[in-house]
């Protein structure tokens, strides 16, 4: 035997979405500048690791020549990724 409910069904109101787009925009690009920051960062910290072991290379190179290639080598990581680091900071203002 079956029995009906006698309850009343509630009629479902819309979806309405929580955000408006504007703010699902400005949340999404908060969220990728915060993450682009980090990428940033991350990408510095590699550099000067880079950097260091290059230096660190030259000072224990067993020829001139080869300290001078090393030191030089460093020195152009570091400019490029310094220029990098900059560009990039400013980007993600």
Do not use: C
């Not at 009629?11 to 940033?40: F, N, S």
Request: proline share 6%; charged share 30%.
């Amino acid at each position: 035997m079956t029995t009906a409910s006698s309850k009343t069904v509630r009629a479902v109101p819309p979806a309405k979405p929580d955000t408006h787009p504007e703010d699902r925009r400005v949340r999404t690009r908060r969220i990728g500048r915060e993450i682009g920051i980090l990428a940033v960062n991350v990408y510095e910290r590699g550099v000067f690791d880079v950097v260091a072991f290059e230096k660190d290379a030259a000072k224990i190179a067993p020829y001139p020549w080869m300290r001078s290639v090393l030191a030089t080598s460093a020195g152009l990581v570091e400019d490029v990724g310094a220029a990098y680091v900059k560009t990039a900071r400013q980007v993600l203002r």
